[in-house]
């Protein structure tokens, strides 16, 4: 995979608005975030802070994407602040995927106990006459 093609990869990430602009692809911050923590380049010498002030750096003024030129800019001081290649860092780009890690519903613990009628009763239905009757208590006045 070449970096225009990661390039593009991360920034149509999700499905953002800033991904299919007319004048070609661009990047948002949060995806350029998730690019360089999926990538291994945030630690050590870099942090999250780090990437949000290159990111603020690399793009134009009064505009919230970067096109694939200041994504290379963002990239090579990048690769300053970790005193590494900028080869390397591409390197690093090149051999990684967006990946999605959504969330499960749990299956018990109190989520079985909200959904099962027998033992979760919402408030509402002890207001109604006659129901309690069903669980041994006498009806509310």
Do not use: W
Not at 36 to 56: A, R, S, W
Not at 108 to 117: D, E, F, H, R, Y
Request: contains cysteine; hydrophobic residues 40%; aromatic residues 6%.
């Amino acid at each position: 995979m070449s970096l225009a093609e990661a390039f593009e990869r991360f920034a149509s990430f999700g499905g953002g608005v800033a991904a299919t602009r007319g004048d070609g692809v661009e990047m948002t911050g949060a995806n350029f975030a998730k690019l360089c923590k999926e990538c291994g380049l945030v630690g050590g010498k870099l942090t999250t802070t780090d990437v949000d002030l290159i990111f603020t750096q690399a793009h134009e003024k009064g505009k919230r994407t970067i096109k694939y030129a200041e994504f290379e800019a963002a990239l090579a001081k990048i690769a300053a602040k970790k005193g590494l290649a900028v080869d390397e860092v591409h390197r690093m780009v090149t051999s990684s995927a967006p990946a999605c890690a959504g969330t499960r519903a749990e299956s018990g613990g109190i989520v079985g106990k909200l959904t099962v009628s027998e033992v979760f009763i919402p408030t509402s239905h002890s207001r109604t006459p006659g129901y309690n009757t069903i669980h041994g208590q006498p009806p509310r006045a």
